[in-house]
């Protein structure tokens, strides 16, 4: 009965399958592993989700925990596509309303379909140490759910580097972090991916009764421009 009732939650390596992928998906030598079918086509406008997830020795339904992302990673994150027409925003999903008993992935995708998200970045950072560390995600579509394309990255620092970060003083830079290094090429592989996706849309196509979400015609304006300035520039 004491283990019914404990507040604490387990942690243990997290299998592949957590993620809605096999082992075979995350090889090394292939970073990027399409999953099911083609890559499909961004539908603008649409929003990213993004979780980074544990894993427990629960059963199923509470497989999986969700672990915060500090600020400062969740700004790079937030950034990932600011330069991708038709992506409204990423959103980082945070612990609030997360079972901390574990959830399972279709929680995840409930809260990102909440958050009016299109797709859903699972990830994961496997076994840290002072040296390497391993990243392994998913890419989900949320509606209709189903898994895109699987990532894997690992990293480990140069011996050169160890040496410099055994240091007390300097053993907080970055560059001293395996996890920080992986989970920025993570953002790298993701990025890339979201841009082929993109490539594969057609914005031409739109039909001319309604705005092609590609474009705008709203001016770009200074974030210091008075308000009245802006209503005289838009007619009102």
């Known amino acids: 009965m004491a283990s019914e009732v404990s507040t604490e939650t387990p942690m243990a390596p997290a299998t592949s399958c957590?993620?809605?992928?096999?082992?075979?998906?995350?090889?090394?030598?292939?970073?990027?592993?399409?999953?099911?079918?083609?890559?499909?086509?961004?539908?603008?406008?649409?929003?990213?989700?993004?979780?980074?997830?544990?894993?427990?020795?629960?059963?199923?339904?509470?497989?999986?925990?969700?672990?915060?992302?500090?600020?400062?990673r969740a700004a790079f994150w937030n950034q990932l596509v600011a330069d991708l027409p038709g992506v409204r925003e990423v959103s980082v999903l945070r612990t609030l309303g997360m079972d901390p008993r574990g959830i399972a992935m279709t929680d995840l995708l409930r809260e990102a379909r909440n958050q009016d998200c299109s797709y859903l970045l699972v990830f994961r950072i496997v076994e840290p140490d002072a040296a390497s560390a391993i990243i392994q995600a998913v890419l989900w579509s949320v509606e209709p759910a189903h898994a895109v394309v699987a990532f894997n990255s690992d990293i480990r620092l140069p011996e050169a580097v160890i040496q410099k970060c055994s240091d007390s003083d300097t053993r907080m830079l970055r560059e001293c972090d395996p996890s920080y290094q992986v989970e920025g090429e993570l953002r790298l592989l993701v990025r890339d991916t979201l841009w082929d996706m993109a490539a594969r849309s057609r914005p031409e196509d739109s039909p001319t009764t309604r705005p092609n979400p590609w474009k705008t015609d709203q001016p770009i304006l200074p974030r210091d421009e008075y308000r009245f300035r802006q209503f005289m520039r838009s007619g009102l």
């Open 18 to 72: 957590d993620l809605g992928a096999d082992a075979s998906s995350f090889a090394a030598a292939t970073p990027t592993r399409l999953l099911a079918g083609e890559l499909p086509a961004i539908q603008p406008p649409c929003g990213i989700a993004i979780a980074r997830v544990a894993c427990t020795d629960r059963e199923p339904n509470r497989a999986l925990q969700v672990e915060p992302i500090a600020p400062e």
